[in-house]
């Protein structure tokens, strides 16, 4: 009876308070730690701030892929025997075992109504036209103003512009030499952005591990 009541209340929290994720990508370093060769970074994120508002420039959220080009290389992490799937599934309701869907973490830069493009003379991202101050930002793809009309997944790191629709998120990952964010899918239907529902929280807190406890910080570049 009061492990059934135990498991209950977990299950609630997990549902409607927040999770731990673990980062499966070097995208977001050195903020968060996810690259081959080292332990990737758990996280806790809530859920609560989003139920009174919408993630804010910033934020740093956690997302699951919204269109095709998003989920393109995204394979099931469930078992192909059923039973063993359905502990899984079982599990993964209590926060024991990561949700099977395509969870991706980024930072938000620009939110609906925005316009965001890339780059000003010094490589800075513009949101309606006003260049961005992005000190979390240590790794970048080479910039050369002479050439500003090389894309982002040909080697450079020009964009845009794009207006953001009503809803959605622009999103980037700090280590902008290795995030395959919204610059990576613009042809998509969404142009890159991301659908505010389609973001399952807020990163607040590393939870593991032990060297790299501490709060996930929001900072708003704008």
Same mark, same amino acid.
């Given at each position: 009876?009061?492990?059934?009541?135990?498991?209950?209340?977990?299950?609630?929290?997990?549902?409607?308070?927040?999770?731990?994720?673990?980062?499966?990508?070097?995208?977001?370093?050195?903020?968060?730690?996810?690259?081959?060769?080292?332990?990737?970074?758990?996280?806790?994120?809530?859920?609560?701030?989003?139920?009174?508002?919408?993630?804010?420039?910033?934020?740093?959220?956690?997302?699951?892929?919204?269109?095709?080009?998003?989920?393109?290389?995204?394979?099931?992490?469930?078992?192909?025997?059923?039973? +063993?799937?359905?502990?899984?599934?079982?599990?993964? &309701?209590?926060?024991?075992?990561? %949700? *099977?869907? #395509?969870?991706? @973490?980024?930072?938000?830069?620009?939110?609906?109504?925005?316009?965001?493009?890339?780059?000003?003379?010094?490589?800075?991202?513009?949101?309606?036209?006003?260049?961005?101050?992005?000190?979390?930002?240590?790794?970048?793809?080479?910039?050369?103003?002479?050439?500003?009309? +090389?894309?982002?997944?040909?080697?450079?790191?020009? &964009?845009?512009?794009?207006?953001? %629709? *009503?809803? #959605?998120?622009? @999103?980037?990952?700090?280590?902008?030499?290795?995030?395959?964010?919204?610059?990576?899918?613009?042809?998509?239907?969404?142009?890159?952005?991301?659908?505010?529902?389609?973001?399952?929280?807020?990163?607040?807190?590393?939870?593991?591990?032990?060297?790299?406890?501490?709060? +996930?910080?929001?900072?708003?570049?704008?």
């Amino acid at each position: 009876m009061l492990v059934g009541f135990a498991a209950l209340i977990v299950a609630l929290l997990v549902t409607f308070i927040g999770r731990p994720y673990v980062i499966p990508s070097q995208s977001m370093e050195p903020t968060l730690h996810g690259c081959a060769g080292c332990t990737g970074d758990r996280i806790y994120v809530q859920k609560l701030s989003y139920y009174f508002g919408d993630p804010k420039p910033g934020d740093v959220v956690v997302f699951v892929g919204p269109t095709s080009s998003w989920n393109s290389h995204y394979k099931s992490i469930r078992s192909s025997n059923t039973a +063993v799937r359905g502990v899984q599934n079982f599990l993964s &309701f209590f926060g024991l075992v990561p %949700p *099977d869907e #395509n969870d991706l @973490v980024k930072r938000v830069i620009a939110t609906g109504g925005q316009t965001v493009q890339c780059c000003d003379a010094q490589g800075r991202i513009l949101v309606d036209g006003k260049p961005l101050d992005e000190p979390y930002v240590k790794f970048n793809n080479p910039f050369d103003p002479a050439h500003p009309e +090389v894309q982002f997944n040909a080697g450079g790191r020009a &964009f845009g512009p794009v207006k953001v %629709p *009503d809803g #959605n998120l622009w @999103v980037m990952g700090d280590n902008r030499a290795e995030s395959a964010d919204s610059r990576y899918h613009m042809t998509d239907e969404l142009q890159g952005t991301v659908p505010v529902k389609d973001v399952r929280g807020k990163a607040v807190f590393k939870i593991w591990p032990p060297s790299r406890i501490g709060p +996930v910080r929001a900072q708003d570049p704008q």
